[in-house]
């Protein structure tokens, strides 16, 4: 099964899916409309990645997401925090 390791050591699996069967998104999640009990989907892309990281960690995440996955990244921002200023950058799906 095709995959790539994360900077972390994990490893996120690239799964194929049969043609006619369902994707691997409807047979993990049901999908309904908030207003009723109608199917919606199938899901096309991801929007956007959230993680907590340690400080040094970010720019090797931040290469991971874009090199592997496409993603386009925003520009670093510093948000206060109870323990002081949090480093925070946006990673979305490049197609949207």
Avoid: K, N
Avoid at 17 to 32: I, K, Q, Y
Avoid at 77 to 84: A, E, K, N, Q, R
């Amino acid at each position: 099964m095709p995959g790539v390791q994360s900077p972390d050591g994990s490893l996120d699996y690239f799964v194929d899916e049969a043609p006619g069967g369902p994707t691997l998104w409807e047979s993990d999640f049901v999908l309904t409309d908030i207003d009723g009990p109608y199917e919606v989907g199938p899901l096309s892309r991801i929007d956007h990645v959230c993680l907590s990281l340690p400080a040094d960690a970010l720019d090797t995440w931040v290469l991971f997401f874009r090199s592997a996955f496409g993603f386009e990244t925003e520009a670093a921002v510093l948000v206060p925090d109870l323990y002081g200023l949090v480093r925070s950058r946006a990673a979305r799906c490049g197609s949207r």
